[in-house]
């Protein structure tokens, strides 16, 4: 039902609109920058897309391999991803993750990790349902005065 | 994390009956199973059944099945019908010392981690996970 494809410069309205609706937020300059530095950068950087067939933006993923970040390993890290609720449980989440799994596995690493609110039941939900479990490392936060 | 027995065992039984909610099991199945007691088992089902999670058959053959959402049901759903909920827990003597206040806010801390872990797991994920673990360990 969707068909995937790394993400292009012209998917910027879509994006930022779909994500702004999500989040409450607007926010097209870090959109603008995301795709500037994900999509077609560094083989290590990729930003995908799921799309319907009739060529409108039904999600988002965005990942990169990163190593020795906290001192861990090589892993895939996994920092966005997006699907418009209305098509919403019809496998799109499920094919970008998988997809940037795929991307991650070809570049020869063996773990993928993420960082979710922990109040964001939802996005928590998908993670799980995708076998991801807790990770060796604690997010730790300080209000700055 | 150590959960009550009750919780233990209406974990296990819920799962177990979701599994396959066509599926009828009697208690003493249902004990029999997971080695525990038919008596205490009963009384967890009945606090199932009136949660809406399982429905049991009357009579002496009468048995339990599955009843919720294996989609919807999550984890936290059958825990929060036995333990305390986080804000109806009685104060432990010494908490309003300034010691106990900053223990508190360490075992709420790990509260709220392990409320969310089991908030975000699904009875379908559950035992999807179960079942790979079920064909990892049979190869």
New interface residues.
């Given amino acids: 039902m969707f068909a995937l494809r790394s993400a292009e410069p012209a998917d910027l309205p879509a994006i930022s609109a779909l994500d702004a609706r999500l989040t409450g937020e607007a926010k097209a300059a870090y959109w603008q920058g995301m795709l500037q530095q994900y999509a077609g950068g560094p083989p290590s950087r990729h930003f995908l897309v799921a799309e319907t067939p009739n060529g409108q933006v039904a999600g988002f993923i965005v990942g990169e391999v990163r190593a020795w970040e906290f001192g861990q390993p090589a892993a895939g890290w996994v920092f966005a991803i997006q699907v418009d609720p209305k098509l919403r449980l019809k496998g799109a989440g499920s094919a970008l993750f998988q997809a940037l799994c795929g991307k991650f596995r070809e570049q020869g690493v063996r773990r993928v990790r993420t960082l979710v609110d922990?109040?964001d039941?939802l996005i928590?939900?998908f993670?799980?349902?995708q076998?991801m479990t807790?990770g060796p490392s604690l997010q730790l936060d300080k209000d700055l005065q | 994390m150590k959960l009550q027995t009750a919780t233990r065992l209406g974990l296990y039984a819920v799962l177990e009956l979701a599994r396959d909610p066509d599926r009828t099991l009697s208690v003493a199945e249902l004990a029999e199973r997971f080695d525990v007691s038919a008596h205490h088992l009963a009384k967890v089902l009945r606090t199932l059944a009136s949660a809406g999670l399982v429905r049991g058959g009357r009579g002496a053959t009468g048995g339990y099945r599955f009843t919720g959402n294996r989609r919807r049901t999550?984890l936290m759903d059958i825990v929060a019908l036995f333990e305390p909920a986080p804000g109806q827990r009685a104060k432990e003597p010494g908490e309003d010392t300034d010691i106990g206040g900053a223990l508190q806010r360490v075992l709420s801390e790990i509260d709220?981690?392990a409320e969310?872990?089991l908030?975000?797991?699904?009875l379908?994920?559950m035992l999807?996970?179960t079942s790979?673990k079920s064909t990892a360990g049979s190869r």
């Fill in positions: 922990r109040k039941n928590l939900s993670f799980r349902a076998g807790a | 999550t709220e981690i969310a872990t908030r975000s797991i699904s379908e994920t999807r996970n790979t």
